[in-house]
Antibody, heavy 124, light 112 residues
Framework: QVQLQESGPGLVKPSGTLSLTCAVSGGSIGSSSWWTWVRQPPGKGLEWIGEIHHSGSINYNVSLESRLTISVDKSKNHFSLQLTSVTAADTALYYC?????????????????WGKGTTVSVSS | DIVMTQTPLSSPVTLGQPASISCRSSQSLVHSDGNTYLSWLQQRPGQPPRLLIYKISNRFSGVPDRFSGSGAGTHFTLKISRVEAEDVGVYYCMQGTQSPWTFGQGTKVEIK
């Protein structure tokens, strides 16, 4: 079955760039699914960051769009997140997840596979 | 953005007793295709979220049948028929009808 694993630096300096990668195993990133980033600030709830389809289509949360880049590398079966000009407010547990499309045999627009998450702290 | 509001925020429950969580959306979650994309996730302590229910009432693979979802339009409910110790955690509703996808603030289920 599909598994996801986040990786990247655990500490980023203020005004720097947060870069994370999510490796997809047990399945192809070229499926009909959307590959998604979600974050969870300490002690708080879940915030959808954005997502990408293997075709290159992208959806970003407008609140982060000006600082955000999500990309996909089909040859490496992984997708990535870059968030620029970070502040302490970007400190969070970052998850990658698979979001099923609305339609199709597995349709439903739900997030059914999640990585374990990686903690990113923004601090000098 | 569609705002998802859950109540209660905390639910102390006796083992073996039922629990119920409400989720309301700021606008209808009925998509133009006629489906309602409301799902429920469980986050056990120290774990990533886990999908329980999708499209209001469909239990995901491997989810015990003590979990059930219901509702329509803007009001949805997750019920646990008999709470077990492994059900402790935070439960989130999530809408997949209109981007940006949004989550409720979470309801903490704990044992009395």
């Amino acid at each position: 079955q599909v598994q996801l694993q986040e990786s990247g630096p655990g500490l980023v300096k203020p005004s720097g760039t947060l870069s994370l990668t999510c490796a997809v195993s047990g399945g192809s990133i070229g499926s009909s699914s959307w590959w998604t980033w979600v974050r969870q600030p300490p002690g708080k709830g879940l915030e959808w960051i954005g997502e990408i389809h293997h075709s290159g289509s992208i959806n970003y949360n407008v609140s982060l769009e000006s600082r955000l880049t999500i990309s996909v590398d089909k040859s490496k079966n992984h997708f990535s997140l870059q968030l620029t000009s970070v502040t302490a407010a970007d400190t969070a547990l970052y998850y990658c997840a698979r979001r099923r499309p609305r339609v199709g045999a597995t349709g439903g627009a739900y997030m059914d596979v999640w990585g374990k998450g990686t903690t990113v702290s923004v601090s000098s | 953005d569609i705002v998802m509001t859950q109540t209660p925020l905390s639910s102390p429950v006796t083992l073996g007793q039922p629990a119920s969580i409400s989720c309301r959306s700021s606008q209808s979650l009925v998509h133009s295709d006629g489906n309602t994309y409301l799902s429920w996730l469980q986050q056990r302590p120290g774990q990533p979220p886990r999908l329980l229910i999708y499209k209001i009432s469909n239990r995901f693979s491997g989810v015990p049948d003590r979990f059930s979802g219901s509702g329509a339009g803007t009001h949805f409910t997750l019920k646990i028929s008999r709470v077990e110790a492994e059900d402790v955690g935070v439960y989130y509703c999530m809408q997949g009808t209109q981007s940006p996808w949004t989550f409720g603030q979470g309801t903490k289920v704990e044992i009395k």
